[in-house]
């Protein structure tokens, strides 16, 4: 067998496996529907913040102004370690809104990596059953917790959500030319958790749009079976929730629940980012893991085979493009970000060897977190 029928075959079997996978996505999609709880529950909004002096009164702000009436939420902001003004700006915030409680944590008096043990402390002084995250970097839209209690129906333990990028407020060379592919793969990534929630399979989840129930936390275990990875608060909390409850997890599609939060402002900061991000997939399950091997092998065989076989490869990249495009129509119709429907095969192009080479990072290196190494 010469190397280009080799090529052909592959690349063969694997688009078979990405067209399932397409399908599968498509489905999940499809089943997305918006939450009928009328009943207004009580929340406790959690905030670990480290560090966050140019973002934390931006958030308090938006939390503050919430259109929910304030009785029925408090804002817990974890101050945990912090060496800037953090905590001194909560606290003249939480001078005039009574409603936002403060912790501060010295040093971490458990096994749990830094923000899990910051989370786990609020979650230990809640007040109230739902409990409701987003970061410090983040401003949360007005309606935010009267469409999260819209899906909290009594059967339902987790809702996420979507979590767009800010436009760049700062002219960085990164900025300007970066800000396009954020958003894609921002809207790409979450339109594959909303496909997994909607089928039923939660993976993957947004930490700065996450809720659920704290007798769910409780039934799980806390963070105890997720404690190995620094990051993975998000993804692998749900994936324990999915695996280990019976519980009906959901996805909001109404844009007034979406959360938008600050980009990166440097490609070395969007790095380092995205390798924490991808470190949690060292622990996902087995199944998870071989669809992105899938994924990626087919897109890697697709660019390899134009050295061997270009036109057969050139097909395959058109059904791929089709089948992408497809997605990311979808994907506008529920995210918005019409810009990325406009720019859709450069944008893929780059994500494709995004993929490829900041993956295997993730999972192989090293990455920096609020001045903690893993």
């Given at each position: 067998?010469?190397?280009?029928?080799?090529f052909?075959?592959?690349?063969?079997?694997l688009f078979?496996?990405?067209?399932?996978?397409?399908?599968?996505?498509?489905?999940?999609?499809?089943?997305?529907?918006?939450?009928?709880?009328?009943?207004?529950h009580?929340f406790s909004?959690?905030?670990?913040?480290?560090n966050?002096?140019r973002h934390?009164?931006?958030?308090?702000?938006?939390?503050?102004?919430?259109?929910?009436?304030?009785?029925?939420?408090?804002?817990?902001?974890v101050?945990?370690r912090?060496?800037?003004a953090?905590?001194?700006?909560?606290?003249?915030?939480?001078?005039?809104?009574?409603?936002?409680?403060?912790?501060?944590?010295?040093k971490?008096?458990s096994?749990?990596?830094?923000?899990?043990?910051?989370?786990?402390?609020?979650?230990?002084?809640?007040?109230?059953?739902?409990?409701?995250?987003?970061?410090?970097?983040?401003a949360?839209?007005?309606?935010?917790?009267?469409?999260?209690?819209?899906?909290?129906?009594p059967?339902?333990g987790?809702?996420?959500?979507y979590?767009?990028?800010?436009e760049?407020?700062?002219?960085?060379l990164?900025?300007?030319?970066?800000?396009?592919?954020?958003?894609?793969?921002?809207?790409?990534?979450?339109?594959g958790?909303?496909?997994?929630?909607?089928l039923?399979?939660?993976?993957m989840?947004t930490?700065r749009?996450?809720a659920?129930r704290?007798?769910v936390?409780?039934q799980i275990?806390?963070?105890?079976?997720?404690?190995?990875?620094?990051?993975?608060?998000d993804?692998?909390?749900?994936?324990?929730?999915?695996r280990?409850?019976?519980?009906?997890?959901?996805?909001?599609?109404?844009?007034?629940?979406?959360?938008?939060?600050?980009?990166?402002l440097?490609f070395?900061e969007?790095?380092?980012?995205?390798?924490?991000?991808?470190?949690?997939a060292?622990?996902?399950?087995?199944?998870?893991?071989?669809?992105?091997?899938?994924?990626?092998?087919?897109?890697?065989?697709?660019?390899?085979?134009?050295f061997f076989?270009?036109?057969?490869?050139g097909?395959?990249?058109?059904?791929?493009?089709?089948?992408?495009g497809?997605?990311i129509?979808?994907?506008?119709?529920?995210?918005?970000?019409?810009?990325?429907?406009?720019?859709f095969?450069?944008?893929?192009?780059?994500?494709?060897?995004?993929?490829?080479?900041?993956?295997?990072?993730?999972?192989?290196g090293t990455?920096?977190w609020?001045n903690?190494?893993?």
């Open positions: 067998m010469n190397l280009g029928l080799a052909i075959i592959l690349n063969s079997i078979i496996c990405y067209f399932a996978i397409y399908l599968f996505s498509a489905r999940g999609i499809s089943k997305l529907r918006r939450g009928k709880n009328a009943e207004h009580r909004v959690i905030v670990a913040a480290r966050e002096e934390i009164g931006n958030c308090l702000q938006a939390l503050v102004k919430l259109h929910y009436p304030k009785e029925l939420y408090e804002i817990i902001i101050n945990d912090s060496t800037d953090t905590g001194k700006i909560v606290q003249e915030y939480q001078k005039k809104y009574p409603i936002i409680r403060l912790l501060t944590i010295d971490i008096a096994d749990l990596p830094g923000k899990k043990n910051a989370l786990n402390e609020a979650i230990k002084a809640s007040t109230h059953n739902i409990l409701a995250f987003t970061d410090a970097d983040c949360v839209p007005p309606e935010w917790l009267a469409v999260l209690s819209q899906y909290f129906e059967n339902v987790a809702v996420a959500g979590s767009p990028f800010e760049h407020s700062i002219e960085t990164f900025a300007k030319a970066g800000q396009n592919f954020l958003s894609y793969e921002e809207m790409k990534n979450s339109l958790a909303a496909a997994g929630i909607g039923n399979r939660a993976y989840c930490g749009n996450f659920y704290k007798e936390f409780q275990g806390g963070f105890e079976k997720i404690k190995h990875s620094i990051s993975g608060d993804d692998l909390m749900i994936q324990c929730i999915q280990e409850t019976q519980w009906e997890i959901r996805y909001m599609i109404e844009p007034e629940s979406f959360v938008k939060t600050q980009p990166p440097t070395a969007f790095i380092n980012q995205r390798k924490r991000h991808f470190s949690a060292k622990f996902y399950p087995l199944t998870m893991k071989t669809i992105f091997a899938l994924v990626h092998s087919f897109n890697a065989a697709v660019v390899v085979s134009f076989v270009p036109v057969t490869a097909i395959f990249a058109v059904a791929k493009f089709m089948l992408d497809i997605l129509r979808k994907a506008t119709h529920i995210f918005g970000n019409r810009n990325s429907l406009k720019w095969v450069p944008l893929e192009i780059c994500f494709i060897f995004y993929n490829l080479v900041v993956g295997p990072l993730g999972l192989i990455f920096n609020k903690s190494h893993q």
